[in-house]
């Protein structure tokens, strides 16, 4: 009786992080004028003026002369219509993407159009910006573009404000944070998906090469050594060797374990690859290549088909493995 293949594993994952950036004098200023509700442009040596200002004359390749007000209304360039809005943009509803000449510029600026129906969108159209409630200076105090009103006295509110030129000159770089997020499903391979089962019964699972015998930690497929599937299930034993390492001492966002620690590669006994871990129970000035380290898994009630189930790796007290031992395997 032959017995029906396991359907491989899938998870929806998540990788988030802020990022930070200096924006140095050029973009500070923007940023700045946009928190007062202006937009700014850089005028170029033979004149043109862009927007966002280049933060380096194209012409000379200097710093800008200076910067200056444009807009706040333009014309639609050109655009393309986004139907089904993602997470993240800066509508929830059909809006446009389009290219924007604010009155006064020379380039075109990309920003969110929001003009109801597609058909209500077309080149050369007249809009103004949108502003943001609590402009915090950031692009998205632009909420996004709409069509200019044909009410005299909203134009002349959108524009309100005394006219204004601001030098670079003396500009102090600002900082700007901004969150970054991809969510997607991943969907494990038959052979990773026996590997992360193994796991969650307390079992390191690897796959041997039927042709040159080396076993791949976790599994990789197929050999990359003579390129052949490794259809062979070898269960390793949980303790290894550390082959190298790197003592982490610069602290970052979401750090789960103080610094300084150690991630380290560790060939787990039987294997002829190492795998990233983390390195506990000791002083990090302790660890050092040959180690010889046990994995600590976490309660059982805690696994789950996951490599988080082992916790980190402590040294076992046995004497370091010989140099020999695993110099093929750094």
Not at 158 to 184: K, N, Q
Not at 190 to 203: F, Q, V
Request: aromatic letters at 8%.
């Amino acid at each position: 009786m032959t017995t029906p293949p396991v359907a491989p594993l899938s998870a929806p994952l998540d990788i988030s992080f802020d990022y930070t950036r200096s924006l140095g004098p050029v973009l500070s200023r923007f940023m700045a004028g946009l928190a007062q509700r202006r937009i700014l442009g850089s005028r170029s040596a033979d004149g043109r003026v862009y927007v966002p200002p280049a933060e380096y004359d194209p012409v000379t390749f200097a710093s800008p002369a200076e910067l200056v007000p444009v807009g706040p209304g333009g014309i639609v360039l050109t655009w393309s219509w986004q139907t089904e809005p993602r997470e993240g943009q800066p509508l929830g509803h059909p809006f446009a993407w389009a290219l924007i000449r604010l009155d006064g510029a020379d380039t075109g600026m990309l920003h969110a159009v929001d003009a109801g129906i597609s058909a209500n969108m077309h080149t050369g159209m007249r809009v103004q910006p949108r502003w943001a409630d609590n402009p915090a200076g950031h692009i998205t105090d632009i909420v996004c573009f709409e069509p200019e009103s044909t009410d005299p006295s909203d134009r002349a509110a959108s524009a309100a404000g005394d006219p204004v030129l601001i030098e670079t000159a003396g500009a102090g770089p600002g900082m700007i944070v901004t969150p970054v997020r991809l969510h997607y499903r991943h969907s494990a391979s038959a052979e990773e998906s026996r590997y992360l089962r193994g796991l969650a019964e307390g079992k390191v699972i690897g796959q041997r090469c039927p042709a040159c015998g080396k076993v791949y930690v976790p599994p990789r497929g197929a050999c990359p050594v003579d390129g052949v599937p490794t259809t062979i299930d070898v269960e390793l034993p949980d303790v290894g060797t550390v082959t190298t390492f790197c003592i982490v001492n610069v602290p970052f966002q979401g750090q789960r374990v103080p610094s300084p620690y150690v991630a380290a590669s560790v060939l787990l006994d039987g294997a002829d690859i190492a795998f990233q871990h983390l390195i506990l129970g000791c002083q990090p000035d302790e660890v050092r290549m040959g180690m010889r380290v046990r994995a600590v898994w976490k309660p059982p009630e805690q696994w789950g088909t996951t490599s988080e189930n082992i916790d980190h790796f402590e040294p076992t007290g046995e004497p370091d493995a010989l140099y020999d031992s695993y110099a093929h395997h750094l």
